[in-house]
T-cell receptor, first 113, second 117 residues
Framework: DAGVIQSPRHEVTEMGQEVTLRCKPI?????LFWYRQTMMRGLELLIY????????DSGMPEDRFSAKMPNASFSTLKIQPSEPRDSAVYFC???????????FGNGTRLTVT | AQSVAQPEDQVNVAEGNPLTVKCTYS??????LFWYVQYPNRGLQFLLK??????LVKGSYGFEAEFNKSQTSFHLKKPSALVSDSALYFC???????????????FGKGTKLSVIP
């Protein structure tokens, strides 16, 4: 199993541009989570899906952020327009059965200038 | 609400010495506890978990953790540290009684472990 695959690994963009981060979950995992990691705030849960349906998006910081999961093998996190304070590492994580641990991707390091 | 505290931002230990990374938690119901490790430029990797049963949980790479309900702690330990253990360690908690329809794993801020040769 290749694990959770995120792309791109690094993204540098200018303020105001649209950014799309991608995640391919582990096959068979029903839950998918998007986290953001910064030095100041640590790991923050942004949104999570169960069977492709968004369950809790209370962690999404602003309307500029949106996430979709059109099918069981793909999810996107979009920021439009991006701002410098969005600079962070964004992780996708998935899990299978109810009490199993999370499996994290290697993250996307976003820099907004 | 649930929360996790990792009181030490950094822990330094000499290679071969025992190590402890501290974690305390707060939940309304029964806790479901995890430790994860993060190496540079990588995602978090699962080390071990506690659900119920034996208070001493053994995990990957020789790590273990002790659940202490009265002290609401779940400290990570290893008898003999290796230089390769140097990484960022995260404790996480979930309230087992929150119901199947709600999943919220709360992470601590992380503790940087440095093992000195």
């Amino acid at each position: 199993d290749a694990g959770v695959i995120q792309s791109p690994r690094h993204e540098v963009t200018e303020m105001g541009q649209e950014v799309t981060l991608r995640c391919k979950p582990i096959s068979g995992h029903d839950y998918l989570f998007w986290y953001r990691q910064t030095m100041m705030r640590g790991l923050e849960l942004l949104i999570y899906f169960n069977n492709n349906v968004p369950i809790d998006d209370s962690g999404m910081p602003e309307d500029r952020f949106s996430a979709k999961m059109p099918n069981a093998s793909f999810s996107t996190l979009k920021i439009q327009p991006s701002e410098p304070r969005d600079s962070a590492v964004y992780f996708c994580a998935t899990r299978g059965s109810y009490n199993s641990p999370l499996h994290f991707g290697n993250g996307t390091r976003l820099t907004v200038t | 609400a649930q929360s996790v505290a990792q009181p030490e931002d950094q822990v330094n230990v000499a290679e071969g010495n025992p190590l402890t990374v501290k974690c305390t938690y707060s939940v309304s119901g029964n806790p479901y506890l995890f430790w994860y490790v993060q190496y540079p430029n990588r995602g978090l990797q699962f080390l071990l978990k506690y659900i119920t049963g034996d208070n001493l949980v053994k995990g990957s790479y020789g790590f273990e953790a002790e659940f202490n309900k009265s002290q609401t702690s779940f400290h990570l330990k290893k008898p003999s540290a290796l230089v390769s253990d140097s990484a960022l360690y995260f404790c996480a908690v979930r309230d087992m009684d929150s119901g199947a329809g709600s999943y919220q794993l709360t992470f601590g801020k992380g503790t940087k472990l440095s093992v000195i040769p």
